[in-house]
């Protein structure tokens, strides 16, 4: 079982970047997957989560509206789509995927496995 987080970058304030997951060793669709970030110092923060039970996707109130959590079931591919990218945004960004109950969704350790995380930096 393996998570692999990729497409992060040096973005500049406004910009855009979209980042995949790619899963191996499971099929993505019996899973919930999500998308946690870590800036340098600070507690790691849940972001964005897409749920298999119901079709449902969630969002931390500081992304939701510029953030899109997708998954493509056939491609064993998840992603989230990061629009108007804001200096607070710089951080690792790690996917994960467990299978939490909804109350539970923002907690890290609901989760079985973590992919390597990959970094966003938004500046100018």
């Known amino acids: 079982v393996q998570l692999q987080a990729s497409g992060g970058g040096l973005v500049q304030p406004g910009g855009a970047l979209r980042l995949s997951c790619a899963a191996s060793g499971f099929s993505l669709h019996n899973y919930t997957i999500t998308w946690f970030r870590q800036a340098s110092g600070k507690e790691r923060e849940w972001v964005s989560t897409?749920?298999?039970?119901?079709?449902?996707?969630y969002y931390a109130d500081s992304v939701k509206g510029r953030f899109a959590i997708s998954r493509d079931n056939a491609k064993n591919m998840a992603y989230l789509q990061m629009n108007s990218l804001e200096p607070e945004d710089t951080a690792t960004y790690y996917c994960a995927r467990g299978r939490p109950v909804l109350s539970e969704i923002r907690n890290g350790d609901m989760y079985y496995d973590w992919g390597r995380g990959t970094q966003v930096t938004v500046s100018s």
């Open positions: 897409s749920r298999h039970a119901e079709g449902m996707s």
